[in-house]
Structure formats: structure tokens, C-alpha cells
């Protein structure tokens, strides 16, 4: 699968891409995490521990960057900017068992129950409306919302600054690392580069493409670059936990 592949429109005049904007400094420079040593093999026949172990992973850097934007805020006097976590699941089905998982008291001690919405074309009524609403406001830093899963249906019209943290699950994996939808996260919440590192960063957790993402990598036109590439550690993550 080539992830970045884009097809060019006939008779263009001008074109700025993407990669140009982020060399230029104008959008949030992109990575891409994985754990360290990973092997997805093992993972073959157990797509929900992969899954599980993503979005696990994903909110860790959530946790990381969300300190980092509340620490840049005071030291800067500057707003402050609540940072989400963006899941793509495969289909309605996946999305609501990941939503479970998310509302369990096992996962990350259940902070994230009243924290964590779904959003997909199955949805009607007033059902539909109140999701819609909490999507509108994701960037208000009073709106308890950190973790929005959705089944490719933001597909335009939704544009926020405080995406941070990207984690495209099974076949949708595809269709998140294409730029459209990369670009959701890219747009900066100061208006401009601020110098640090996880308050310009948008990073995206493909650990079962990992490879695909290096091959990319060191093609001189990706938006990926090599310096880029984040190695989790899992004596670190043990370490944490005790």
C-alpha cells in the first residue's frame, strides 16, 4: 500500500503542497511512533490487541503533550490549548468496541469514560446532534472531550488546531495516512511555530506500518522526514506503571 500516494489534478498553474508548507514552517511538523523491537507478526491473528496496544500508546503521547501545552501556556502567557486524540476504526461495530474498551475501568483506571466520543453516519436524531456538538467545540479547553473516534466520515468541513495525536486502526489505516486527512492535525494553535518540539508536533501511531513509513521516509519529497520517527520504549512504559 502506498499511504502518500495522491493523484494529481490536470492543468494546475500553482501547486504548494503539503510538504513544502510543512518545510516552510507553516503547518505542524508530522511523526510517526512505534514501540521499540516491534513486531507486528505476533499480532497476526490478534487484530484487537494491536489495536488495544495503539490506542494505548496514542494516549500516552496524548498525556505527554497535554503537559507539555500546559506547561508552554503558563511559562508563555499564552491560551491554553486542550490537545485530542483522533481514532479511525474500521467500521460502526469497531468503533463501539473500542469505545468500550476506552469506558472500562481497566483502561488508563477509567479517566477517559466521560472523555471519549463516537461519531459515524449511523447516527440519527438527537443522538447525531449532540455528537455533533461536541465536535464543534472540541477546541474549547472547557469541553471535556480528548478522544473522538469516527468511521471516515469527516471527510471536509472540519478543520481543528488541538488534533495532536493520530491512531489509524486495521484497513483505515490506509486512508489516515493520506494527506487530507493528516492534514486535520497539521493546522498550528498559535497561528505559527512556537520552537517547541511537542507544541508544533502532530504524530501518528502505526506500529503495523511501521516499514512502509521508513521506505517513505527517505524519499526526499515525504512529509515524513527520518528525524521524525519516534521509538517507544516498553521498559519505559513498565517503569511508568509502577
Known amino acids: 500500500v502506498d499511504f502518500f500516494k495522491t493523484k494529481k489534478f490536470k492543468n494546475v498553474v500553482f ?10 514552517g507553516f503547518v505542524k511538523e508530522p511523526s510517526v511512533a512505534t514501540r521499540k523491537n516491534f513486531d507486528p507478526t505476533v499480532y497476526k491473528d490478534n487484530q484487537a490487541g494491536l489495536d488495544k496496544i495503539k490506542i494505548e500508546d496514542g494516549i500516552r503521547l496524548h498525556e505527554d503533550t497535554k503537559v507539555a501545552l500546559e506547561i508552554y501556556s503558563k511559562n508563555s502567557h499564552t491560551n491554553t490549548v486542550k490537545p485530542f486524540v483522533l481514532i479511525v476504526a474500521k467500521d460502526t461495530t469497531h468503533a463501539g468496541e473500542i ?15 466521560d472523555k471519549v ?6 447516527q440519527t436524531g438527537s443522538e447525531k446532534d449532540d455528537t455533533i456538538a461536541q465536535l464543534v467545540a472540541v477546541e474549547d479547553p472547557t469541553n471535556t472531550t480528548e478522544i473522538v473516534i469516527h468511521v471516515n466520515m469527516l471527510k471536509e468541513g472540519w478543520d481543528v488546531t488541538n488534533l495532536y495525536t493520530i491512531v489509524p486502526l486495521r484497513t483505515a489505516a490506509s486512508l489516515t495516512l493520506r494527506e487530507q486527512t493528516i492534514g486535520r492535525g497539521l493546522r498550528l494553535p498559535y ?13 501518528i501511531v502505526s506500529h503495523d506500518k511501521f516499514q512502509q513509513i521508513i521506505e517513505e521516509a527517505n524519499k526526499p519529497d515525504s512529509i515524513i522526514k527520518k528525524e521524525n520517527i519516534i521509538e517507544i520504549d516498553e521498559e519505559e512504559i513498565a517503569q511508568t506503571k509502577e
Not at 474498551?101 to 481497566?106: A, E, T, Y
Not at 466520543?117 to 449511523?122: A, C, W, Y
Not at 497561528?191 to 504524530?203: A, C, I, P, S
Open 15 to 24: 501547486e504548494y503542497s503539503l510538504a513544502k508548507a510543512i518545510k516552510d
Open 99 to 113: 469505545k468500550g474498551m476506552i469506558q472500562s475501568d481497566g483502561f488508563f483506571e477509567g479517566r477517559y469514560k
Open 117 to 122: 466520543i463516537e461519531v459515524h453516519s449511523n
Open 191 to 203: 497561528g505559527k511555530r512556537t520552537g517547541n518540539d511537542k507544541v508544533d508536533k502532530l504524530t
